[in-house]
């Protein structure tokens, strides 16, 4: 079975400090993970996903995570926060469960930036 | 997001009457998914839709009901509402289950008195 557990509900940072999101997962086979980012009141949107090939994958407004297998992480990272990046932060692994795909999501981490 | 729609965006009832939730896609995608947000417990799959007709459990769809008669409609059913259900659902939908690339819609917030 898959799971994802996200260290911290939640995270504040100044603005133009390293954000760093913390994820770790099990699965028994090799994983499929997702960082997805949610704007209150908002739907969720995908910042960026690694499914197999390259370890450290980038994504949209400037963040990038690495798949480190040895340590079941997929943690989230940006160089310099800005206070457009506060938001809820939701880690995913894809479970093979039934037909078709379908994601468990972490519980989620919200991101505060200070000014 | 465009392509996919909820109704309503809000919603106050009372405890033991029947809701229905709907999504409504225009992507033409096979796959549709509900999900309740929870603080804590981040997104939780109740039910998904593999095609018309064909809908399957998530890991928490005790006192759920869907049903899907036609693509472009997923619709999620309280049949007697309680106040443990109040929550944030979202529906989610997907070309494809092979590789999930989901786009979300707005969120009904939904609370039960």
């Known amino acids: 079975a898959q799971s994802v557990t996200q260290l911290g509900s939640h995270v504040s940072v100044s603005e133009g400090a390293l954000v760093l999101l913390r994820c770790n997962y099990s699965s028994s086979v090799p994983p499929y993970l997702f960082w997805y980012v949610q704007y209150p009141n908002q739907g969720l949107q995908l910042l960026l996903k690694?499914?197999?090939?390259?370890?450290l994958v980038k994504g949209i407004n400037g963040f990038e995570a690495e798949f480190k297998k040895s340590e079941t992480s997929f943690h989230l990272t940006k160089p310099s926060a800005h206070m457009s990046d506060a938001a809820e932060y939701f880690c995913?692994?894809?479970?093979?469960?039934?037909?078709?795909?379908?994601?468990?999501f972490g519980q989620g981490t919200e991101l505060s930036v200070k000014p | 997001d465009a392509g996919i729609t909820q109704s309503p965006r809000h919603k106050v009832t009372e405890t033991g009457t029947p809701v229905t939730l709907r999504c409504h896609q225009t992507e033409n995608h096979r796959y549709m998914y509900w999900y309740r947000q929870d603080p804590g417990h981040g997104l939780r799959l109740i039910h998904y839709?593999?095609?018309?007709?064909?809908?399957d459990k998530g890991e928490v769809s005790d006192g759920y009901s869907v049903s899907r008669s036609k693509t472009e409609d997923f619709l999620l059913t309280l049949e007697s509402a309680t106040s443990s259900q109040t929550s944030v659902y979202f529906c989610?939908?997907?070309?494809?289950?092979?590789?999930?690339?989901?786009?979300f819609g707005s969120g009904t917030r939904l609370t039960v008195v």
């Open positions: 839709s593999y095609g018309v007709k064909d809908t």
């Open positions: 989610a939908i997907s070309p494809t289950g092979l590789i999930t690339r989901y786009t």
């Open positions: 995913a692994v894809r479970t093979f469960r039934g037909q078709g795909g379908k994601l468990i």
């Open positions: 690694y499914t197999t090939g390259a370890t």
